[in-house]
T-cell receptor, first 109, second 115 residues
Framework: QQPVQSPQAVILREGEDAVINCSSSKALYSVHWYRQKHGEAPVFLMILLKGGEQKGHDKISASFNEKKQQSSLYLTASQLSYSGTYFCGTVAGANNLFFGTGTRLTVIP | DAGVIQSPRHEVTEMGQEVTLRCKPISGHNSLFWYRQTMMRGLELLIYFNNNVPIDDSGMPEDRFSAKMPNASFSTLKIQPSEPRDSAVYFC?????????????FGEGSWLTVV
């Protein structure tokens, strides 16, 4: 039930953009995105509830394609503070939350 | 407001010993999750409680693992007997309602090393 994320890792220079993809083999009810810094707990970024929904704050946004059972996280004009591991979490059935394998993002000056 | 509180933060124990991890969810939250994180397997959902009742424990690795939630403000995850492969960070998390449309708040984690 674990969603699949791609890429596994990405290195960016400050100001560059990145896209992280998340896909599931099961129908999705909602998609969560979290960021985890090394040695810390995951921190919530956003939830998408409906197919076609797009959300964002600052320069981080996400979309949810319910039919394709996919979600994407968009990071634009990346900053050093964006570094960390990004996880998508999918809610498919019993209202529990399964996380993907994570995408390690490194932003360098 | 206090977040999710976990204890102990760090534990080193010998193989074969019993380990008990504790969690106090955010007051008013009725869903509680236990996750295990390792480099190899990422963040795995072990068990999910709703209103103190285990809803999904399909992620619990084997009979050595057990979890309880005797009331709305306390949960335990027990490993007996512990093995080196149980070494991981164990996160407890809670949410106001189900995970469908609600933020999951994580505790700081319990770092377990079994030697």
């Amino acid at each position: 039930q674990q969603p699949v994320q791609s890429p596994q890792a990405v290195i960016l220079r400050e100001g560059e953009d990145a896209v992280i993809n998340c896909s599931s083999s099961k129908a999705l009810y909602s998609v969560h995105w979290y960021r985890q810094k090394h040695g810390e707990a995951p921190v919530f970024l956003m939830i998408l509830l409906k197919g076609g929904e797009q959300k964002g704050h600052d320069k981080i946004s996400a979309s949810f394609n319910e039919k394709k059972q996919q979600s994407s996280l968009y990071l634009t004009a990346s900053q050093l503070s964006y570094s960390g591991t990004y996880f998508c979490g999918t809610v498919a059935g019993a209202n529990n939350l399964f996380f993907g394998t994570g995408t390690r993002l490194t932003v360098i000056p | 407001d206090a977040g999710v509180i976990q204890s102990p933060r760090h534990e080193v124990t010998e193989m074969g010993q019993e380990v008990t991890l504790r969690c106090k969810p955010i007051s008013g939250h009725n869903s509680l999750f236990w996750y295990r994180q390792t480099m190899m397997r990422g963040l795995e959902l072990l068990i999910y409680f709703n209103n103190n009742v285990p809803i999904d424990d399909s992620g619990m690795p084997e009979d050595r693992f057990s979890a309880k939630m005797p009331n709305a403000s306390f949960s335990t995850l027990k490993i007996q007997p512990s093995e080196p492969r149980d070494s991981a960070v164990y996160f407890c998390a809670s949410s106001l309602e189900t995970a469908y449309g609600n933020t999951i708040y994580f505790g700081e984690g319990s770092w377990l090393t079994v030697v």
